[in-house]
């Protein structure tokens, strides 16, 4: 044997032991989806070795692939021998491997980048792709980490955390929304203004913690009543806001009536006192003479004071 293919022989040697070596994980198909080459990242992540692996068809060899998805992308490879990217964003894994990394332990399966090689033969012809697959677990769970951290800062932002509602700020914010999108569609809205009648009493006669009691009780009676389309929010102290989109101001009154009602009707505990209050309502609908949003809160703060006025404990409708 000369030294040329002694050499030839050592070099394949090597590139067979860097391919069954690296911390890739590298498959190699024909046209046909037969699988050609099954390197030991695959054999010790999926528990197959490569015997029983080569020369089976891949997607019969595990059926759990998105057969035609991916087909579409390795015809793609095929017809413009190019390769294709497949980051975890797009699809989390491709191959459903455990996850071994102690770092990202609390992820259930390996987070996976894809890229499709087109192979060319002697010929120059493109009858194979190489399958590489990294894993990206701990970049993945990092980024999904900080984005629920984000989502979490961010409902933290909005939220008043003693009631779990809106705070003053956003609940602004969605009213001047709310108000900007009346004056494009001239969709009706209504809105409703409430605080808790006698509230001073309450901290005075209690305590300042049987107050926060009651008025996380009354926030939970108004989100038992809001829809879903509804936005309700915290104004300040005992102080409350409820934006009813898609309602005009007499089914708005008949919302703030059954919230008065419910109200009304609550006991609240605070250790071995019960407590029982009421509030007093004002609603404002939304029509072409309100000239802002701060106009439309002054409506309905005018019509809450008018409900304090005739005695508490009472619903009115702004009349201009």
Same mark, same amino acid.
């Given at each position: ?171 602004? *914010?969605? &009213?001047?929304?709310? /108000? ?6 001239? +969709?009706? %809205?209504?809105? $409703? ?70 109200? *009304?009707? &609550?006991?609240?505990? /605070? ?6 209050? +009421?509030? %007093?309502?004002? $609603? ?37």
């Amino acid at each position: 044997m000369n030294g040329n293919a002694l050499n030839e022989i050592n070099d394949l040697h090597w590139t067979l032991g860097l391919i069954q070596n690296l911390e890739v994980g590298l498959v190699v198909i024909d046209r046909h989806a037969c699988i050609k080459l099954w390197n030991g990242f695959m054999a010790n992540h999926s528990g197959i070795p490569a015997q029983n692996v080569v020369g089976e068809n891949l997607f019969k060899k595990f059926p759990e692939l998105p057969e035609n998805w991916l087909n579409q992308k390795l015809e793609s490879v095929f017809l413009l021998r190019n390769p294709a990217y497949i980051s975890w964003e797009q699809r989390p894994y491709l191959f459903h491997f455990k996850n071994n990394r102690p770092i990202t332990g609390y992820s259930k399966f390996m987070y996976q980048n894809i890229t499709l090689i087109p192979l060319t033969s002697p010929t120059g012809d493109v009858d194979h792709i190489g399958i590489l697959i990294y894993d990206v677990t701990d970049t993945a769970t990092g980024q999904i980490a900080l984005e629920d951290a984000n989502k979490k800062l961010k409902k933290l932002s909005r939220e008043d955390r003693l009631t779990g509602l809106y705070n003053r700020g956003y609940w602004e *914010e969605c &009213l001047n929304q709310e /108000y900007a999108r009346y004056s494009r569609t001239e +969709s009706v %809205s209504s809105l $409703v203004m409430f605080d808790i009648d006698h509230f001073k009493k309450v901290n005075d006669t209690y305590g300042h913690q049987a107050g926060d009691e009651v008025i996380r009780v009354i926030s939970q009676a108004l989100q038992g009543q809001a829809r879903k389309t509804d936005i309700a929010g915290r104004y300040g102290g005992e102080e409350f806001g409820a934006i009813l989109t898609g309602t005009d101001g007499i089914n708005a009154m008949i919302f703030a009536e059954r919230l008065r009602e419910n109200v *009304e009707s &609550l006991t609240v505990q /605070y250790g071995e006192h019960l407590i029982n209050c +009421s509030i %007093s309502l004002g $609603v404002s609908e939304l029509n072409l003479e309100v000239q802002s949003a701060t106009a439309w809160l002054e409506q309905a703060d005018k019509a809450l004071y008018k409900s304090k006025q005739n005695g508490r404990n009472k619903v009115t409708l702004f009349d201009s």
